[in-house]
C-alpha cells in the first residue's frame, strides 16, 4: 500500500481501502481485545483522527481537475 500512495495511482481509491481496512481494523480490535490496545477503547478516537486526516487529504486539500 505504501507504493501505491507514492505513485499516487487512483488515489482515491486508495485513501478508501485505507479508510476502510482502519475503520474494519479497529472495530474488531475494540470488540475482540480492548485490553491489548495500547490506549484501550481510547485507540478508537485515534483511529477516527487518522482515517479523517486520510479523508481531508485525499478529497478536502487534493483538488483534481476532473474531465467531463
Known sequence: MALWVISKFKSRLNAIIQITAVMAMN???FILVPNLL???KFN???A???V???YLNEFKLNKK???I
Do not use: Q, R
Request: charged share 10%.
Open 52 to 54: 479523517f486526516i486520510i
Open 27 to 29: 472495530v474488531l480490535e
Open 65 to 67: 481537475i476532473e474531465s
Open 48 to 50: 477516527l483522527l487518522f
Open 44 to 46: 478508537f478516537l485515534f
Open 38 to 40: 495500547l490506549w484501550g
